[in-house]
């Protein structure tokens, strides 16, 4: 069968010529050559469409960022403690005091807006000592604290528990009553 | 990205080998062909050598497609076998190309793709000594083994020259 090919020697290529004719048959090829050309064409355009992947996940990093913001924000609105409520001992004048001798009662803003060194329970008539006073931050707002409401004392406050303004300072009126 | 050109020559010049380098593997080398030229492609940088990158890839994908298709079908490797033929007919060669293709079927997985690569892919042995991962010299052992496994099945006496061992050298 191969006696033609016989004698044979390598030539410059290292090749015998056994295997020069054996390399001398084309291999049949199926590969469409237009189609792998517009494969790889399609497939170029979408990798150039496509952004990088930093890109591509910027905006649902963004979200979902402002998404857990938004989560933990609700959750301390609905675990938010309830406003404080104070309560401030008032002591009650003296039954001898004459009322005429009273001041003219100061109104709820009046109050508010004075200071807490100020304040001057004796300037209450005892009507008000029942109504809870209100201490708003800020006008129109919801109070948030402090809430501070005056309630009659059930029996004569002695010095010691005197007015007090904040809970942990006592507040000391001193020889305003 | 590479040159369309570049790509459509290679397409020319290598398609054919490195669709019978796959089919030592598997039925549906012209898929996987088809499939390393397209990521070839979409290469950010063409590779150094483009043709050792495309046997590299094919190599890869026919040995998996190659898996996946006997574990799809026991029967499909046979149906591989008796697949499409893997030389065009050519009247003025001298060997026939359905008993270079049986007798090339059965040498060992190792010598096949090393004759294949280097006679009709154009690699040399240190391109195929990377790309099957191994020594320059195991390469050259493994193709002088298939071409001599070759020359006995196919009737061809070996000259003394190249290979005085040869039994079936009369000297």
Redesign the interface.
């Known amino acids: ?2 006696s ?7 030539d410059e290529s290292g ?2 010529g ?2 020069r ?13 237009d ?3 517009f ?3 399609q ?2 355009a979408k ?1 150039l469409k496509r952004p990088h992947w930093s890109a591509r996940n910027l905006w649902p990093a963004i979200a979902a960022s402002l998404a857990v913001v938004s989560i933990g924000q609700g959750v301390l609105l609905a675990r938010r403690p309830t406003p404080e409520v104070r309560t401030v001992y008032v002591r009650m004048p003296p039954e001898s005091a004459p009322s005429s001798e009273r001041p003219e009662p100061a109104s709820m803003p009046q109050i508010a807006s004075r200071s807490a060194v100020a304040f001057d329970p004796r300037a209450i008539p005892a009507v008000d000592r029942r109504l809870p006073l209100t201490f708003f931050d800020e006008p129109g707002r919801t109070p948030n604290s402090p809430v501070i409401a005056l309630v009659p004392a059930e029996k004569p406050l002695t010095a010691a528990e005197g007015l007090k303004i904040r809970r942990s300072e006592p507040f000391d009126l001193g020889d305003s009553l | ?1 590479i040159d ?1 050109e570049l ?2 020559r290679l ?2 010049r290598h ?6 380098y796959a089919r030592q593997w598997c039925g549906s080398a ?1 898929d996987v ?2 499939e390393a ?2 990521r ?3 290469l950010e940088t063409t590779p150094e050598n483009p043709v050792a990158w495309l046997f590299r890839v094919v190599r890869n994908g026919a040995v998996n497609a190659g898996i996946a298709s006997r574990r799809r079908k026991r029967h499909e490797e046979a149906a591989a076998a008796n697949g ?5 007919p ?1 009247a003025g ?3 026939d ?1 359905d008993i ?1 293709q049986v007798t090339l079927a059965s040498l060992p997985i190792e010598q096949r793709e090393v ?1 294949v690569a280097h ?2 892919g154009g690699l040399s042995f240190q391109e195929i000594a990377e790309l099957v991962h191994t020594s320059r010299s195991s390469v050259h052992r493994r193709y002088q083994a298939g ?1 001599v496994t ?2 006995e099945l ?4 070996c ?1 003394a ?2 290979n005085p061992k040869d039994p079936t050298n009369p000297a």
């Open positions: 069968m191969s033609s090919l016989e004698p044979e020697g390598s090749l015998s056994f295997e004719s054996l390399g001398s048959l084309k291999p049949a090829s199926r590969v469409q050559r189609r792998i050309l494969l790889a064409g497939r170029q990798s | 990205m369309p790509l459509g397409i020319d398609a054919p080998a490195l669709e019978l012209e062909v088809q030229f397209v070839l492609a979409v499409p033929a893997w030389f065009q050519d060669s001298e060997f190309p270079v004759i006679l009709w071409i070759l020359r196919m009737g061809v006496s000259p020259r190249s």
